[in-house]
Nanobody, 124 residues
């Protein structure tokens, strides 16, 4: 049974840096693409970032491009979301995902495995 667990959320001021971690167990994460989604109160779940199985291909939502970086360490079944220059509108629960989405990497329906989420709160 594949499990995905996130960590690293917290309360930070606007402009701060925060790094979220994601560890996969019960399988080999290198066989899956990985990504991050987020959901703010009263809003739909939205795509944040994607990284291919090899780590060579990444995609980002326009709202985070240039501020967030997704990386992975397949040898340790780990992925990270490094978030810089955080803004209050980045406040949300962040979810790590794994799956084989193909070209539809921004759709939450394309991912088989989800973590429980970690809260990120950015104060103004």
């Amino acid at each position: 049974q594949v499990q995905v667990v996130e960590s690293g959320g917290g309360l930070v001021p606007a402009g701060a840096f925060l790094s979220l971690s994601c560890v996969a167990s019960g399988g080999t994460s290198s066989t899956y693409a990985m990504g991050w989604f987020r959901q703010a109160p009263g809003k739909e779940r939205e795509f944040v970032a994607y990284i291919s199985q090899s780590g060579e291909i990444t995609h980002y939502a326009d709202s985070v491009k240039g501020r967030f970086i997704i990386v992975r360490l397949n040898a340790r079944n780990l992925a990270y979301l490094n978030m810089d220059n955080l803004k209050p509108e980045d406040t949300a629960i962040y979810y790590c995902v794994m799956g084989d989405p193909g070209s539809d990497y921004s759709s939450p329906n394309e991912y088989d495995y989800w973590g429980q989420g970690t809260q990120v709160t950015v104060s103004s």
